[in-house]
């Protein structure tokens, strides 16, 4: 198996036993994940530091880095979309 897909699986073990995400429907969700993309779902600017923390973990465990030039985020509020780029 793959370091990427291990990490992958530890990843999100780690994510799904921290209990941040959001609903979507009636169901929570957290990260989707596919191949070696992830996206995560937090609730508040402070949950998604929180989950970037824990992947960061992995990510230095598995010594695998993530390329902040491939990744972005999307804050959406209350009347409020900002797209920022990491």
Same mark, same amino acid.
């Given at each position: !198996?793959?370091?990427?897909? %291990?990490? !992958?699986?530890?990843?999100?073990?780690?994510?799904?036993q921290?209990?941040?995400?959001?609903?979507?429907?009636?169901?929570?969700?957290?990260?989707? &994940?596919?191949?070696?993309? %992830?996206?995560?779902? &937090?609730?508040t600017?402070? &949950? !998604?530091?929180? !989950?970037?923390?824990?992947?960061?973990?992995?990510?230095?465990?598995?010594?695998?880095s993530?390329n &902040?030039?491939?990744?972005?985020?999307?804050?959406?509020?209350?009347?409020?979309?900002?797209?920022?780029?990491v």
């Open positions: !198996m793959h370091v990427e897909r %291990i990490l !992958m699986i530890k990843g999100q073990v780690r994510l799904k921290s209990k941040i995400g959001c609903l979507i429907g009636n169901t929570f969700v957290g990260a989707l &994940a596919y191949a070696d993309d %992830i996206t995560l779902l &937090a609730p600017p402070a &949950a !998604m530091r929180y !989950m970037l923390r824990i992947c960061e973990e992995c990510g230095r465990e598995f010594c695998v993530f &902040a030039a491939k990744s972005a985020s999307i804050y959406c509020g209350k009347n409020l979309l900002v797209v920022l780029t």
